[in-house]
């Protein structure tokens, strides 16, 4: 099983400002990595896949980077609906994900 | 668009079989898609149960694998998961999700999720 492990759980950001989620795999996962978006009492949202593909109608705001065993997700200027936990999926083997950050307001 | 909802019971004993459906709206399940079940224990991280193809083909965390069966019922445009022989660990929210054919094993969309308490 591939482990991913999230950091940091929390982070506490100023609206306006940029945010960077990491991502690590216990092996290379290539590219084959997602990122989702969930929001209090909603389903979780896809918001990119391949590390770097932003999802159908997902603002440019979000990017995703990152091969082998390290990611990032990086949102700029938070707006505020993009306060949430943020959560990687690796799809190299039979999916796992991470633990998860929440992104909070500063 | 694909829309998906989950239903079942939100409380099942130990020892029991866990029962939930998936119902589909805005594309047919015959079409084409892999339908998926993970869940997400409370304070614990998302857990991939298994997919199936709309024909028939399925797959299975292997951790999970002699407990779980996930079907499909095309007339009416739904899929289903059962775990069976439940304890407390498999409290959990249990969320169904869709993935396309012509894309990798992500997942896109999700259902709401429908929490699931197994307790005598």
């Known amino acids: 099983e591939i482990v991913m492990t999230q950091s940091p759980a929390t982070l506490s950001v100023s609206p306006g400002e940029s945010a960077t989620l990491s991502c690590r795999a216990s092996?290379?996962?290539?590219?084959?990595l997602a990122w989702y978006q969930q929001r209090p009492g909603q389903a979780p949202r896809l918001l990119i896949y391949g590390a770097s593909s932003r999802a159908t109608g997902i603002p440019a705001r979000f990017s995703g980077s990152g091969s082998g065993t390290e990611f990032t997700l990086t949102i700029s200027s938070l707006q505020s609906e993009d306060f949430a936990v943020y959560f990687c999926?690796?799809?190299?083997?039979?999916?796992?994900f991470g633990q998860g950050t929440k992104l909070e307001i500063k | 668009q694909v829309q998906l909802q989950e239903s079942g019971p939100g409380l099942v004993k130990p020892s029991e079989t866990l029962s939930l459906t998936c119902s589909v709206s805005g594309y047919s399940i015959r079409s084409g898609n892999y339908w998926a079940w993970i869940r997400q224990p409370p304070g614990k991280r998302l857990e991939w149960i298994g997919s199936?193809?709309?024909?028939?083909?399925?797959y299975y965390n292997p951790s999970l694998k002699s407990r779980v069966t996930i079907s499909v019922d095309t007339s009416k445009n739904q899929f289903s998961l059962k775990v069976n022989s439940v304890t407390a660990a498999d409290t959990a929210v249990y969320y169904c999700?869709?993935?396309?054919?012509?894309?990798?094993?992500?997942?896109?969309?999700w259902g709401q999720g429908i929490l699931v308490t197994v307790s005598s």
């Open positions: 999700a869709s993935r396309a054919v012509t894309t990798a094993n992500y997942f896109d969309p």
């Open positions: 999926q690796q799809y190299n083997s039979w999916p796992t």
């Open positions: 199936m193809y709309h024909s028939g083909a399925t």
């Open positions: 092996q290379s996962v290539s590219s084959n």
